[in-house]
């Protein structure tokens, strides 16, 4: 189940008066750092009094220009003088060596840059970045004997920071910058010469929608310019996860994943990212990425990801029908003439649109689903219907999407599964009442991202079962945005939980006509480009 929040546009507010903090003391800035500048050299009698005026603005002006990055962060992520000079440029995006970098300024996670020699200790829930005493002792002030620490930080590493509950269960990582005494040798048992990421599939993960938007995505953006030369490695690790997505994983890494927790052996890096980088709702800011790769770029590795096991499901399928096969081929003519017209029967379904129907049960269940699959074959649909589980193998599922012009779903997680279809299909998707916000912010609007036709269908009151609960002029029906407003709570059990779906198919029919002329359309302009 995903899990609604709301918070962009809130977020923005709650930090207008950060903004105005900050633009107050940028024009402090300008004025103090423009008191003396107009000054004519032939005054040599101010040049006194101009010193300790800028000396005096240092001062006052010293808490605003070193504030935190969070608050300069939002200054210029809802707007500011500077926003367009920093908009492509993430924070902590260059690191100086034997440094850490936190960047706090997003809502959504926290990420920290290491850089030098750093070493994972699981046992203490460490990561410590040990500098070496320079001769001259600048950088590294004291006298004392021993590892002296220079910097703490402290991070969770999962892209739900505004959710307090759930980043409650998240383990916590303590990063620390150590100046090491140089008769000390820190103990390395597995020494890495590629950076690493660390990141935790705890929290929502088991639901396919969180699985992509809060770890699968953010991870691809977070270390795809390492062009797999990366370490992952992962709190709360569940071998179950690993095995669910090793195929996607092998395209972000050439290493194995290192479970930080299990693992009790002290790993070295020369470099390591705490945390992820997400940048909207299951999609990829081009604008934010090296190369400009966008979601649809992160759509052609899940390709190569997911081709081997294609493939070799396509040789097993060929194997067993030639097996099949073998036994009939001295079978009698008649035989033989019921064996070509199932042929022509076969080669005629291939011609047609391929509809992919995401089954559900039980909550937002379509219950006049037949009916719907056979209107849709009678259309001219080739259909083919899905029940994704939470063990169902990716591979399989992509393998049906890429293959379909169509998919058709009630809102609901499995509508992530639009991530597999190609650019230019058509993804239709069933609105119960009450989810119209959701099903626009969530899958509506990154399934345009992808490139894919976008139709979302919002069902009238009388096509949910809500109408046969609630009188009909009840906020439930007339008003789910107002019933919405009243929490969490009330819209699970009311409209995610509480309701089932039987479409007008009347209505409806109208969607499918559309969807299938729009395939029919594509195919025949491929065809004539093909011919030319």
Not at 228 to 244: A, M, N, P, R, T
Request: proline fraction near 4%; hydrophobic fraction near 35%.
């Amino acid at each position: 189940m995903v899990h609604y929040h709301r918070y962009q546009h809130q977020y923005c507010r709650k930090g207008q008066k950060h903004v105005e903090e900050d633009e107050e003391s940028q024009t402090l800035i300008m004025g103090c750092g423009s008191s003396g500048y107009f000054q004519k050299r032939s005054r040599p009698k101010l040049f006194s009094l101009l010193i300790i005026t800028l000396l005096s603005c240092s001062f006052i002006l010293a808490p605003h220009l070193f504030s935190s990055v969070f608050t300069f962060s939002l200054f210029y992520s809802c707007g500011g003088p500077f926003a367009d000079m920093y908009a492509n440029t993430p924070l902590c995006s260059s690191v100086s060596n034997g440094t850490i970098c936190c960047d706090r300024s997003s809502i959504r996670s926290d990420i920290c840059v290491m850089k030098g020699d750093v070493r994972a200790h699981s046992a203490s829930s460490s990561l410590f970045l040990y500098v070496s005493r320079d001769v001259n002792d600048f950088v590294n002030y004291g006298e004392e004997e021993g590892d002296e620490e220079i910097q703490h930080e402290k991070i969770k590493p999962y892209t739900r920071k505004w959710e307090a509950n759930v980043m409650e269960t998240i383990d916590e990582l303590d990063l620390i910058v150590k100046k090491e005494h140089s008769g000390v040798n820190h103990r390395c048992d597995v020494w890495h010469d590629v950076p690493a990421v660390f990141f935790s599939t705890g929290g929502y993960t088991g639901n396919v929608y969180h699985e992509f938007n809060d770890g699968i995505l953010p991870l691809y953006i977070t270390s795809q310019h390492f062009n797999k030369k990366v370490v992952f490695v992962i709190l709360e690790y569940h071998s179950w996860w690993i095995l669910k997505y090793g195929d996607v994983l092998s395209q972000f890494s050439d290493y194995p994943v290192i479970d930080f927790s299990g693992d009790k052996r002290i790993h070295c890096f020369p470099e390591a990212i705490v945390g992820l980088r997400i940048h909207d709702e299951l999609t990829v800011d081009s604008s934010l990425m090296e190369g400009n790769k966008s979601v649809v770029d992160f759509r052609n590795l899940l390709d190569k990801a997911y081709w081997p096991r294609i493939s070799g499901l396509i040789q097993d399928e060929q194997r067993e029908a030639q097996e099949k096969l073998e036994p009939k081929l001295s079978l009698s003519p008649t035989s033989e003439t019921s064996m070509n017209i199932k042929k022509e029967e076969e080669e005629d379904q291939l011609g047609k649109p391929t509809l992919v129907l995401l089954s559900r049960n039980g909550s937002r269940a379509v219950t006049n689903e037949n009916f719907l699959v056979k209107m849709a074959r009678e259309i001219g649909f080739r259909v083919n219907v899905l029940r994704p589980s939470r063990t169902s193998e990716l591979a399989k599922i992509y393998r049906a999407l890429n293959a379909s012009d169509v998919m058709v779903g009630v809102h609901g997680a499995a509508m992530t599964h639009f991530l597999f279809m190609r650019p230019g299909s058509v993804f239709i998707q069933v609105v119960p009442l009450g989810t119209v916000w959701a099903a626009e912010t969530y899958y509506g609007e990154p399934a345009r991202k992808l490139g894919l036709k976008y139709i979302g269908y919002e069902i009238f009151p009388k096509e949910s079962s809500l109408y046969e609960i609630y009188d009909k002029n009840d906020l439930v029906l007339r008003d789910p945005e107002s019933v919405n407003q009243k929490g969490w709570q009330y819209t699970k059990n009311i409209y995610l939980d509480g309701q089932t779906v039987r479409l007008d198919l009347r209505r409806f029919r109208k969607r499918l006509v559309r969807a299938y002329n729009y395939c029919i359309a594509k195919k025949n302009r491929r065809v004539h480009l093909q011919s030319q």
